[in-house]
């Protein structure tokens, strides 16, 4: 077990022993919009590694993997941007989403769902290892389990 595996174990079972979050959640009703153009913007000007989770509330693995990136956010924020984009979702749905796992990463939404397709065209969620300056590491889709993230995190510190 590497060292990211082994941290994100050990992060998730403390976080799995309390009963509550102490962090105060981000929330917003609306999320602030963020266009294609926009997002390859924010990536290519990226200094740090960026994890980028596509998401919405409707979506069922969305809601199952919403605590690991809790998790590893926690645990890896200082040296990881964590960028979450609300995909074709209701405003009054994605905060109520981010307020219920406790998101304390940006957030912004895509309402007509452009980035995804920009990005894979297909299903949710999907989350994108980026390096610094925008150059897409790897593309995970579907839920993503610890070990799948955990990798993508290690694979994207180790070239910083």
Do not use: K, Y
Request: contains cysteine; glycine residues 8%.
């Amino acid at each position: 077990m590497n060292r990211t595996t082994m941290g994100l174990a050990i992060v998730a079972l403390v976080a799995a022993a309390c009963t509550g979050r102490s962090a105060t959640p981000v929330t917003g009703d609306p999320l602030e919009p963020i266009t294609v153009e926009e997002f390859v913007a924010v990536l290519e000007a990226s200094t740090q590694p960026t994890v980028v989770n596509l998401w919405a509330s409707w979506c069922i693995p969305c809601r199952s993997e919403a605590p690991l990136l809790v998790t590893a956010h926690d645990a890896f924020g200082d040296d990881v941007t964590f960028l979450g984009i609300a995909t074709e979702d209701a405003p009054s749905d994605s905060a109520a989403f981010i307020e219920e796992f406790g998101l304390t990463f940006e957030n912004r939404a895509d309402r007509a769902g452009a980035i995804r397709a920009h990005l894979s065209g297909i299903g949710m969620p999907v989350t994108i290892f980026v390096r610094p300056g925008g150059e897409i590491l790897r593309t995970h889709h579907g839920v993503i389990d610890d070990a799948a993230l955990a990798l993508g995190i290690d694979d994207l510190l180790a070239e910083s």
